[in-house]
């Protein structure tokens, strides 16, 4: 499931933003955020070229590399990048084409420690407020959707039986679908208490993206309540 979830992560200019984007675009209003400095470490294998990548979501558009540097033998990077507004970024590297943490420019200097020996926490973003609370809800999401996964499992066999009486069905079924409600309740009420709009964005892009693979078991969001928690965002743009 969490190998799913880094796929996932490619998933953010699905069908869904496309539709909604243009509530963001025309609420967008301009601020003096300019450039911003990504510095930190590096320890694990060697992974090539750090980037810093303008992720460009809810505008549909591809996403465009801001930066890129060299690690230095002591594991050092420093990257930079320029944005007109609040915006989400990603570092990735040459040997993980994925993105591997978001960075949102509510900060001047921003620290970055990369761990990929560390596999409960590879990444630790600080001097970020916005950037730190993004991995903090997504693990949790990633740990629901893993027990809803081993739940799903474990009663497969009793589901699947014809002897298992309907009553025993119907309370699996109901149980499951609470389950997988709970979550969603969960990832929009932390998207509706974040107070920076881009983070809410990059929330709910990660959420859609695990909740459009059918073997994750979650429920999504569906049109309507995308576009209604786009538009909150963006009035705060």
């Known amino acids: 499931i969490k190998d799913m979830f880094l796929n996932q992560l490619l998933f953010m200019q699905k069908l869904l933003w496309l539709i909604t984007a243009a509530v963001l675009l025309s609420s967008c209003k301009e601020k003096p955020f300019g450039k911003f400095e990504v510095s930190g470490t590096f320890k694990?294998?060697?992974?090539?070229?750090?980037?810093?990548?303008?992720?460009?979501?809810?505008?549909?558009l591809p996403p465009v590399t801001a930066d890129s540097a060299a690690i230095d033998?002591?594991?050092n990077f420093k990257l930079t990048g320029t944005a007109d507004e609040e915006a989400a970024f990603f570092i990735k590297f040459d040997s993980i084409p994925q993105p591997i943490a978001f960075i949102i420019n509510d900060a001047k200097k921003i620290k970055v420690a990369v761990n990929l020996d560390n596999q409960q926490e590879p990444v630790?973003?600080?001097?970020?407020?916005?950037?730190?609370?993004i991995p903090a809800v997504m693990r949790e999401v990633l740990n629901r959707t893993d027990n809803i996964f081993n739940w799903r499992m474990s009663k497969d066999s009793l589901m699947r039986n014809p002897a298992t009486p309907d009553s025993i069905k119907s309370?699996?079924?109901?149980?499951?679908?609470?389950?997988?409600?709970?979550?969603?309740?969960?990832v929009k009420e932390e998207i509706e208490k974040n107070k920076?709009?881009?983070?809410?964005?990059?929330?709910?892009?990660?959420?859609?993206?695990?909740?459009?693979?059918?073997?994750?078991?979650?429920?999504?969001?569906?049109?309507?309540?995308?576009k209604e928690m786009i538009s909150k965002s963006a009035v705060q743009f």
Do not use: H, W
């Open 44 to 60: 694990g294998k060697d992974a090539g070229k750090i980037y810093l990548v303008d992720s460009k979501i809810g505008l549909g």
């Open 73 to 75: 033998k002591n594991g």
């Open 171 to 186: 309370i699996l079924m109901t149980e499951y679908q609470q389950k997988t409600a709970d979550i969603k309740k969960y």
């Open 196 to 226: 920076n709009p881009a983070a809410r964005l990059v929330l709910l892009s990660d959420f859609l993206g695990i909740a459009s693979n059918q073997q994750s078991g979650i429920q999504s969001f569906d049109p309507e309540e995308v």
């Open 124 to 133: 630790l973003v600080t001097k970020s407020e916005a950037s730190k609370l």
